[in-house]
């Protein structure tokens, strides 16, 4: 893996007659297709690795599946091999789908499962000085790195409300968790990163030596490349705890107030809203915040224990789950009991990092618990100023009786340089909604206009349903990301399903 | 590519010239259907109801020339148009004659004619359709039936035989393409008040091509395989589905 930290362009890979076969034997070494369904492969000039297999492919909210060729590589030379292969229905590299609508697949064409490229290849960890750093393939799971991190004294930079997403898709969606209003997005700490392109070049990207690129590819949603490795900075902890301050606060304007006047005292910050709440306690919730917590923090008796890293399921949602699980009435009773068993104030209570950061990750395949028809997250930002589309938001959604079982509202810092990148200053406010009201569609159009006038967008990691009309003035510097984006693929071989619904 | 809740962005409307099929093209193009390209033998007739489907909403429009009979031509269509056009979300076969009922049972040729463009050429234009799905990984493909296929009347089954036939032939395909990505909706309206049944008496129960439409979109939306319009069509059908022969050969219908 070349580790020399300036952009350098090495020679493409395979171009020896013995590694990469001529064109004309092309699909000679696909095998036998077993259900007949492979496109013909008219583009790229080189044939595919063998391997490789029919699979319908949806998102995390699981809907829209289609169907796709999928290929696990086992080296970065098998990565290009088969990009190069690609036609004009296009490649896509996959983690581990947890976005929730259709960046990770690629209806008719080839999807890159980045399952076997993972590992710790680098690292260089200083904790005297608390400075610390990791190389990893761009499959790794933060769930890997963390048990491999946190027993070591080190934690992610960022990270989502799931540990189940590599880091590959940390960078195509520039994730952002609990501490953005503070320490920005996943990319904003990545130092180094190395990308194959549709080009035939395997790149390595800095934020210094090559930002336009480097740019485009954080929250490029993985149109610009495929990411084989990355290096990025780490933030040193003493236990694998955090002392967490948690708050209920009884509406939309005492919670943002609360956010307002307390967040820089806390690394983490976020707040879970009732959406189903009306009248005088619209938008009431429960605001926790936090830090990791210092050895001295902890009882004596977990002391011993204080960087043990066992997150544990505690159950899986069977693939039966019958559909109308989520509606309503359920919603409606669970967010009472959560913002009533929530205390009123409570300080410095010591939770696990799964508990504080991933709690739904302790409940396997929970997004069945939707039944067949899948949900969606609509999450969006507004700028500060902006508090008030929030409001109406909730209200729209409140008064269409929509359930929002799982409602989070937080700050953002102001935004990195990358033009799909998501967070800008302001509060953005992530939703979970069963896909089958009648009117759910044009419902969430109204709530996109709402967020374009008020200069906010959409988290297009989580989209699925989003018209292309609004992507300019949700994105507006979508045209420097083309521009960007045609030079490090001019043959446009980097398709997903999202990228022909928005047109990008 | 069609969005989390079955909105499309493209259709194929084969038999562009319908009634139902320009009213299901209208429908689409409200909801955000960008590209919609009508196919058929009469050029002019669908050129004249493209500004209809465009001020519904469709930013790009087109009419290609397809014949059912023509069954040679039929994938050559398919390929044709895809290629030009790209990806189809949805591909509605909406070409259909209703025939003439008391002809057709004294003369085979007519009886044919009917088979052959409800049946046969439906038949062929969805295996090549449903070919290209296939290959894109995605996409419906809606096809009309009628409640008349549901169980043969006397008063119009050759008509009745053909919708049978293709109803069939397309339950079976959806079947096949199961994993695929692409599936087939069926879509069963009961009498059509349209240029089709012009001059008919409609039938208890009777619909219009909007409501088709509507229905149809709805079908897209929530995924489902089977459609009937009106939807209390189904309760009806399934009671007489089950009537004892001399009974239902004497009902008015």
Same mark, same amino acid.
């Given at each position: 893996m070349p580790t020399d930290a300036d952009l350098a362009s090495v020679p493409?890979?395979?171009?020896d007659p013995e590694v990469r076969p001529s064109p004309?034997?092309?699909?000679?070494?696909?095998?036998?297709?077993?259900?007949?369904?492979?496109?013909?492969?008219?583009?790229?000039?080189h044939h595919l690795p063998p391997g490789g297999d029919d699979v319908l492919l949806n998102g995390w909210g699981r809907t829209a599946p289609t169907r796709a060729r999928r290929h696990v590589p086992l080296s970065a030379d098998e990565v290009g091999a088969i990009v190069d292969a690609a036609d004009r229905r296009g490649v896509i590299a996959r983690g581990?789908?947890?976005?929730?609508?259709?960046?990770?697949q690629n209806a008719g064409g080839l999807v890159i499962?980045?399952?076997?490229?993972?590992?710790?290849l680098d690292s260089d960890l200083d904790p005297t000085q608390g400075r610390g750093s990791i190389s990893v393939a761009a499959g790794t799971s933060l769930d890997e790195l963390m048990h491999w991190l946190v027993p070591r004294g080190w934690f992610v930079p960022v990270t989502p409300?799931?540990?189940?997403?590599?880091v590959g898709g940390a960078i195509a969606a520039d994730i952002h968790g609990k501490n953005h209003h503070a320490e920005g997005s996943f990319c904003e700490h990545v130092t180094s990163m190395t990308l194959r392109t549709g080009d035939g070049e395997t790149r390595i990207l800095t934020p210094s030596g090559s930002p336009e690129e480097f740019w485009a590819t954080a929250g490029g949603l993985g149109l610009t490349g495929v990411v084989l490795d990355a290096t990025f900075d780490l933030i040193p902890l003493e236990t694998a705890f955090l002392t967490v301050d948690a708050e209920r606060a009884a509406d939309l304007d005492d919670l943002m107030a609360r956010m307002v006047d307390g967040?820089?005292?806390?690394?983490y910050s976020v707040a879970w809203i009732d959406c189903l709440a009306t009248g005088r306690?619209?938008?009431?919730g429960v605001l926790t915040r936090g830090d990791h917590a210092k050895l001295?923090?902890?009882?004596f008796h977990r002391r011993p224990q204080a960087r043990s890293f066992k997150p544990a399921s505690l159950f899986s949602v069977p693939?039966?789950?019958?559909?109308?699980?989520?509606n309503p009435l359920t919603v409606r009773a669970f967010n009472e009991v959560w913002f009533r068993k929530a205390p009123r104030r409570r300080r410095g209570h010591i939770e696990s990092i799964p508990w504080f950061?991933?709690?739904?990750?302790?409940?396997?395949?929970?997004?069945?618990?939707?039944?067949?028809?899948g949900f969606l997250q609509y999450q969006f930002v507004v700028p500060t100023a902006a508090g008030e589309t929030v409001r109406h938001v909730i209200e729209k959604l409140s008064r269409a009786g929509t359930a929002s079982f799982l409602g989070v509202i937080k700050r953002f810092r102001p935004g990195n340089p990358?033009?799909?990148s998501f967070p800008t200053e302001g509060w953005t406010l992530a939703l979970d909604i069963p896909i089958g009201r009648p009117g759910l569609g044009p419902l969430l159009d109204d709530l996109d206009e709402l967020v374009v006038e008020a200069g906010g967008r959409i988290y297009l990691a989580k989209?699925?349903?989003?018209?292309?009309?609004l992507m300019a003035a949700m994105y507006p510097r979508l045209d420097d990301w083309r521009e960007v984006r045609s030079k490090l693929d001019p043959a446009g071989v980097f398709r997903s399903d999202l990228s022909r619904r928005l047109g990008l | 590519m069609n969005d989390a809740l079955g909105s499309v962005q493209s259709a194929l409307v084969i038999?562009?010239?319908s009634d139902i099929g320009v009213a299901t093209a209208r429908a689409l193009a409200g909801r955000g259907c960008r590209r919609i390209v009508l196919a058929g033998r009469d050029l002019d007739a669908m050129r004249a109801r493209l500004p209809s489907i465009h001020d519904a909403g469709a930013a790009e429009t087109d009419v290609v020339p397809f014949d059912?009979? #023509?069954? =040679?031509s039929h994938e050559s269509f398919v390929e044709d148009v895809f290629g030009r056009?790209? #990806?189809? =979300?949805v591909v509605l076969v909406a070409f259909g004659v209703l025939g003439d009922q008391a002809k057709a049972e004294s003369d085979g040729a007519a009886a044919v004619h009917v088979a052959m463009v409800n049946y046969v050429g439906a038949m062929s234009v969805m295996v090549a359709a449903a070919k290209a799905l296939r290959r894109q990984g995605h996409g419906v493909l809606v096809v009309l039936s009628s409640v008349a296929g549901e169980r043969a009347r006397r008063s119009n089954f050759v008509y009745g035989s053909s919708k049978a036939g293709i109803d069939a032939f397309a339950q079976g395909l959806a079947d096949s393409l199961v994993g695929t990505g692409a599936r087939v909706m069926v879509v069963r309206p009961g009498f059509v008040k349209s240029k089709m049944t012009e001059g008919e008496e409609p039938a208890p129960l009777a619909t219009t091509p909007e409501a088709v439409a509507e229905a149809i979109v709805g079908g897209l939306g929530s995924g489902a395989t089977t459609v009937w319009v009106p939807s209390k069509m189904r309760w009806v059908m399934s009671a007489l589905r089950h009537l004892p022969r001399p009974v239902f050969r004497r009902l008015p219908i």
């Open positions: 493409p890979e395979g171009t004309d034997a092309a699909n000679a070494g696909a095998g036998p297709h077993p259900t007949g369904l492979g496109a013909p492969r008219a583009g790229g000039g581990l789908g947890r976005s929730y609508g259709d960046a990770a499962d980045t399952d076997a490229l993972s590992g710790v409300g799931t540990r189940f997403v590599t967040d820089e005292r806390y690394r306690s619209l938008g009431r001295s923090d902890l009882p693939g039966t789950a019958p559909p109308g699980l989520v950061f991933h709690p739904l990750d302790g409940i396997l395949d929970w997004n069945r618990l939707y039944g067949p028809r990358g033009p799909l989209d699925s349903r989003l018209r292309p009309e | 038999g562009g010239s059912a009979l #023509d069954t =040679d056009h790209h #990806d189809f =979300d």
